[in-house]
């Protein structure tokens, strides 16, 4: 018997290998190769109107430290962390809330949760142009509404001031859903007699709340957190169509600042450097996030 | 566990009664104002104050299909139920061995994995778009598929995972032990019982071939130029043509709602693994 047993073990270890493989080559080709493509190209000073650049490694480390002296790269890292933090802060506060709102509310409200999710799974571009609706004066629901208050309010998308605001507002739109859905989940495995024990030795409502309930669900926040903050760096169809990174550079990300060296200048080799920076940062939030997923269990 | 603190809370604050269905309208409006508007005549689009009720028209679909939005339609079903397909072959295997994977560097190949998702877009962008250049792929369908498949084959090995490890060991050996090969043990036990898992998975990968914009922006000019591509070249220099960007949204919108209804279960894990947004 037991020396069947390995045998089926032998047999099952060469279908695995064989099963990884393909995948595994694939990989390396479709993602590991370009990872050390853009690696290589970001030591050249590449342009796309200068086909030889992509090949010159003459001063392999330029692209580099131009970018510290780049005032438009890092003042793009200082409108990422903005971004980033308002986005993340607002989307899990919200999703919290009403994620402990609709959990303890009437049942019809929880029947009703998946509509809840309809602008997270709606594509970036539409979520993009539905915000564009909303902040364009002539057109928009919002401005209609102010003027018949005779409220004249500014033009968001193109404000100084507001601009940025007008990202976060509908990423947290697009976005606060996704915490929701986690918080909700987490809340719906809650034993309740913890929550009753403790009601039971006198606590009230706030009490509950901070010694139990927070608590249980604060591995599942610290998941939220991470996984918004590593797409907060992603950010893109929203800026592209809202304000293009403008006005000036008011809301220009490292990420845009990256696609618009790239595409729009055609600074490649330079363009690489930058999203070198910036994989480095989602490599080191990615491996913390996976850390904590795998701790925190049930947070999937 | 909480309907009494619920019951206190409603009576100290009436205003939690009605905090829920606010919000969900709050949530809900600007998505069916983009609808109604793909069905308003042009003239009642700027009028102001907006109209609620108005003769729906059909003029802005018609538009769009005469504007040649139907091919990027096609170009965007190709390329998302392709990539998905290519994706759940490669991928289904290999999840599957990492379910079975008792050596070493199974965290390590596990994060590798999941790294291909996490990565900004652009960070392939450039390579892709400079090799693409260099193999003629820019501006077609393959290359699209391609770059869908890099970040949809680790969707498929993150989310499988699980339902394989559900499918017990004993049963695979109790079929090895009437004699099966393993590649039949693996057709006709373990893939029936994740079957539920791979639908789910096929339609998140679906969802997010479909709802990429960044890629498409940058690889595709014209001729394999996908329908959220299309959306936006309604706005340009002469201005805004807020009937066919309204419809060409409610189209593109119109699978990933159907879709995400059937997948709600699996969202969650879905999007944990990096899915849906570009």
């Not at chain 2, 009436?14 to 069916?32: G, Q």
């Not at chain 2, 070493?104 to 090799?131: V, Y």
């Not at chain 2, 391609?146 to 695979?172: G, K």
């Not at chain 2, 096929?202 to 959220?228: G, M, Q």
Request: contains cysteine; charged residues 10%; aromatic residues 12%.
């Amino acid at each position: 018997m037991s020396a069947r047993k390995v045998s089926y073990e032998a047999q099952r270890r060469r279908f695995v290998r064989m099963a990884m493989a393909p995948s595994l080559l694939f990989l390396l080709v479709v993602a590991g190769l370009p990872t050390v493509f853009l690696l290589v190209t970001s030591l050249t000073p590449g342009a796309l109107v200068n086909p030889g650049s992509l090949g010159d490694f003459s001063e392999p480390l330029r692209n580099y430290r131009l970018l510290g002296s780049d005032e438009r790269f890092v003042g793009s890292l200082g409108v990422q962390a903005r971004l980033s933090v308002y986005t993340v802060v607002l989307q899990v506060l919200l999703g919290t809330g009403l994620g402990l709102l609709v959990h303890s509310g009437q049942e019809r409200w929880k029947s009703l949760r998946h509509l809840f999710v309809i602008p997270m799974v709606l594509p970036p571009i539409v979520v993009a142009v539905i915000w564009k609706l909303i902040y364009t004066p002539d057109i928009s629901p919002i401005y209609q509404a102010a003027r018949m208050l005779g409220v004249t309010l500014p033009a968001l998308t193109t404000h100084v001031d507001f601009a940025l605001w007008s990202i976060v507002i509908a990423d947290t739109w697009e976005w606060a859903p996704f915490t929701f859905l986690m918080v909700l989940a987490a809340l719906q495995t809650l034993p309740a007699e913890y929550v009753e024990a403790a009601r039971m030795d006198g606590a009230d409502a706030w009490r509950v709340f901070g010694h139990i309930v927070l608590p249980y669900i604060a591995p599942v926040l610290l998941v939220c957190t991470l996984f918004r903050l590593i797409d907060s760096i992603k950010a893109f169809p929203l800026i592209f169509l809202l304000t293009g990174g403008g006005p000036g550079s008011v809301t220009e990300v490292t990420n845009y600042y990256a696609y618009l060296v790239a595409f729009n200048f055609g600074e490649l080799g330079y363009s690489s450097a930058i999203t070198v920076v910036l994989l480095a940062a989602t490599v080191l939030i990615s491996w913390g996030a996976m850390r904590v997923s795998r701790n925190a269990g049930g947070a999937e | 566990m909480s309907s009494n603190r619920m019951t206190s809370l409603r009576r100290r604050w009436p205003l939690a009664r009605w905090a829920v269905p606010l919000v969900l309208f709050a949530m809900l409006l600007p998505f069916l104002w983009l609808l109604q508007m793909s069905f308003k005549p042009t003239p009642l689009i700027l009028e102001f104050p907006p109209r609620v009720f108005f003769v729906p028209t059909l003029e802005h679909y018609v538009g769009l299909w005469q504007a040649g939005f139907p091919e990027s339609f096609v170009n965007s079903l190709v390329t998302s139920i392709v990539s998905t397909l290519l994706a759940l072959v490669f991928g289904i295997p290999a999840a599957y061995a990492l379910s079975r994977w008792t050596g070493r560097g199974r965290f390590g190949l596990g994060l590798g994995i999941l790294l291909t998702r996490m990565a900004p877009p652009i960070a392939f962008t450039i390579p892709f778009f400079l090799a693409y250049r260099y193999l003629g792929l820019l501006d077609t369908r393959t290359g699209l598929i391609l770059i869908y498949m890099t970040f949809n084959l680790p969707l498929v090995i993150w989310m499988m995972q699980p339902f394989f490890d559900a499918v017990p060991a004993s049963l695979e050996e109790a079929a090895l032990m009437d004699g099966a090969g393993y590649a039949t043990v693996f057709m006709e036990i373990v893939m029936p019982m994740a079957a539920a898992g791979i639908a789910a998975t096929a339609i998140l990968c679906f969802l997010y071939a479909w709802n990429d914009f960044f890629f498409a922006l940058i690889l595709t000019r014209t001729d394999a130029r996908t329908a959220p591509v299309a959306v936006v070249n309604f706005m340009n220099y002469e201005g805004w043509e807020w009937g066919k960007i309204a419809a060409g949204g409610s189209l593109v919108m119109a699978p990933v709602l159907v879709f995400s209804m059937l997948v709600r279960r699996y969202l969650v894990s879905g999007l944990t693994a990096g899915a849906v947004k570009g």
